[in-house]
């Protein structure tokens, strides 16, 4: 039986191509955190910044960390550009409100085509 990992990422990233063919700008998110949700991981690893209403949470939550490059990080971009950040993330994931930016060259689509990249998928 061929494995169905992945399928949640592949389906996110035909959403993305669909899209921004038909203009849409950005996408929002209450990205959760609660038994059996995992969203504000998930939605992290594949591009989601977090909104301005949930920034002061966030920012206060980077500063349990005993790692100071943790505290510093301002964006989710930069909380996830590193082993530690992301092994933090993993650890200590809030629910918040993201948004996913679409136009190119933005931080979202950036780090959703390093992590497809990493998984071998096809680029956008």
């Known amino acids: ?7 949640g990422t592949d389906i996110f990233a035909n959403q993305v191509r669909e ?5 849409f700008k950005r996408l929002e998110t209450e990205a ?6 995992n969203g504000a ?5 594949l591009g989601y910044e977090v ?5 002061e949470t966030f920012t206060k939550t980077l ?13 989710m971009s930069e909380l996830m550009s590193f082993e ?16 996913f930016d679409l136009s190119d060259g933005s931080d979202s689509m950036n780090r ?3 992590y497809l990249k990493s998984k071998g998928k096809p680029i956008i």
């Open 112 to 114: 959703l085509n390093d």
């Open 63 to 75: 500063q349990n960390s005993d790692i100071p490059r943790i505290r510093e990080c301002i964006t």
């Open 1 to 7: 039986m061929e494995s169905k990992r992945g399928i």
């Open 19 to 23: 899209f921004r063919k038909l203009g």
């Open 84 to 99: 530690e950040g992301r092994k933090f993330w993993e650890k200590n994931a809030i629910t918040l409100n993201m948004e």
């Open 41 to 45: 991981i998930t939605w992290a690893k």
């Open 51 to 55: 909104m301005p209403d949930s920034k």
């Open 32 to 37: 959760l955190i609660r038994s059996g949700w």
